[in-house]
């Protein structure tokens, strides 16, 4: 397996913002199938790495393959085709609220790839389903739903298309314990219907644990450390053992005070 | 003693090389939006909301502020012609008046506010809260969707609410003029007619389209820039209207001395 080509392949990614260096040179592979789970602080840069990827963001340095390809300054047809690839469930769930739920859902099946409506709406009803949502739910519109629902209908946009990859941005913040849970369980459960490769960035460990095969650790701009999901509790790793056990105190300074 | 020349410099320095990647990131958005306008894919349904959204509910708005610049243009010029005799040039010098400048220009500034606004503010609040982005990610090309419905819609729309306009200024002066003025009904109509020329109308229209297309371009791009929440956002919708505003009297001038300096 070793010799195999990975999903996706990081190398020495770096992205700063004016003076502000976000990424200093990320390494990571994620196979194929496997769900990696990027936990850090707030501020750390995780959202930055799941859009350098995706390539909402350009990064300033380095190498990023899909299947083994280049993806890094594609533009126009070979970004979309790219894309296709790719779903993602945003922090906020960003979804549009010009459209209803179900048409939310359906949006990558209805404009990125020429669905008819009726048969899209079909399919967006069934994905619905998939994440426990009724049919009633199809016509509200966003503004109509609560925090967890609203997550709820992100993965379900997410999964429409069936993406052989999937992004999570921090998908249980915000949510009450037991909605966190729900979501956790669908998370695997859609990453594991549709045999995709995932990619979560959180800092709650009860989702890292439930989600991941494997966790990396970002701090500082770089992967400080990675490893299975079941090595998280004995890491010997100062950083990862701050971070696991919330404590103000270690390598990891937390700026207290307003610069 | 070094210190202080250097530091100056740098500052120039900064602000020059700010000033250019300002420019060119507005020159590349407009390029692209243009883009957009031209290559498929495009969308109907979305162009027909815009066409509604930014012409059809800016009437009211157009047509009283054209209605009352008719009546305070009759009086004022009634007024001021006085002085020389010339009040029955009233009629004549309204209707240039509105068809040439003010029709455009006072439609112009209403929907840079009522529209310009409402545009910077939905695609920032989209922006903020990751629906840009999540357009992306579904394989969709936000200039297609966003900006190009509507920088086609204000560009249409613009010359139709203008020529309503002109026309309900007309009547606004014509009001004021048989009922406060003491003009004979047909001689205001006739003096109105005889001495408008095509080119008054349609020079008005052309400004009317340009000051459509600088809005809607001044609302998206601010937009589409705009960062950091709440305020962000506030920060776009502000900008939008009054850069919008300025270029949009700019443009006014090019335009005039375009269609009639000799």
């Not at chain 2, 990131?25 to 162009?47: D, E, H, K, M, N």
């Not at chain 2, 439609?107 to 009522?114: F, P, Q």
């Amino acid at each position: 397996m070793t010799d195999a080509v990975p999903k996706i392949r990081l190398k020495g990614v770096r992205k700063a913002f004016g003076r502000k260096t976000v990424l200093k040179g990320v390494d990571i592979d994620v196979a194929k199938g496997e769900s990696l789970v990027v936990i850090g602080g707030s501020g750390t840069g995780k959202s930055v790495l799941l859009k350098c990827i995706i390539g909402l963001l350009p990064p300033d340095a380095g190498s990023i393959l899909v299947d083994g390809a280049e993806v890094v300054g594609l533009r126009g047809r070979e970004r979309a085709e790219v894309r296709r690839k790719f779903g993602m469930l945003f922090q906020s769930a960003a979804l549009f609220d010009s459209l209803n739920v179900w048409e939310n859902v359906a949006f990558g099946l209805i404009e990125g790839r020429g669905m008819a409506r009726r048969e899209a709406r079909a399919k967006a009803m069934d994905m619905l389903a998939r994440v426990g949502l009724g049919a009633d739910v199809g016509n509200l519109s966003p503004s109509e739903l609560s925090g967890g629902m609203r997550k709820r209908v992100g993965l379900a946009r997410a999964i429409a298309t069936e993406p052989e990859i999937l992004f999570f941005d921090e998908p249980t913040t915000g949510l009450d314990p037991i909605m966190s849970e729900v979501i956790n369980e669908l998370i695997v459960k859609c990453v594991r219907e549709l045999g995709a490769t995932a990619i979560s960035i959180t800092h709650d460990l009860g989702s890292a644990r439930k989600i991941a095969d494997r966790v990396a650790m970002l701090h500082g701009g770089n992967i400080v450390w990675e490893g299975p999901v079941a090595e998280l509790d004995k890491s010997s790793n100062a950083f990862v053992d701050q971070f696991i056990n919330g404590r103000a105190e270690g390598p990891i300074h937390v700026e207290v005070a307003a610069g | 003693m070094l210190a202080f020349p250097l530091q100056f410099l740098t500052t120039i320095g900064r602000t020059t090389r700010l000033a250019l990647a300002a420019t060119g990131q507005f020159a590349r958005f407009t390029a692209s939006g243009l883009r957009a306008c031209v290559q498929p894919p495009f969308y109907p349904r979305l162009l027909g909301h815009q066409l509604l959204a930014i012409g059809y509910y800016s009437l009211p708005v157009v047509g009283m502020t054209a209605m009352f610049t008719g009546m305070v243009l009759a009086l004022q010029i009634y007024l001021g012609s006085a002085r020389f005799s010339a009040e029955s040039a009233v009629a004549s010098i309204v209707v240039i008046g509105i068809t040439r400048e003010l029709g455009p220009v006072i439609a112009g500034l209403m929907v840079a506010g009522r529209v310009g606004a409402a545009i910077a503010a939905e695609i920032g609040t989209m922006r903020v809260t990751e629906q840009i982005d999540a357009l992306e990610t579904l394989s969709t090309d936000p200039f297609r969707y966003l900006v190009a419905p509507r920088l086609i819609a204000a560009a249409i729309t613009m010359p139709m609410l203008v020529l309503i306009g002109d026309i309900i200024g007309v009547f606004g002066a014509y009001v004021i003029g048989v009922n406060k003025l003491g003009f004979a009904p047909t001689v205001y109509i006739h003096n109105t007619w005889d001495f408008l020329e095509v080119m008054d109308v349609v020079s008005g229209l052309v400004k009317a389209s340009v000051f459509g297309f600088i809005i809607a371009l001044m609302g998206c791009y601010y937009g589409y820039q705009s960062r950091g929440g709440a305020q962000g956002v506030g920060a776009a919708t502000t900008s939008a209207v009054v850069t919008a505003s300025i270029l949009l009297i700019g443009a006014d001038y090019l335009l005039s001395e375009m269609f009639f300096a000799q």
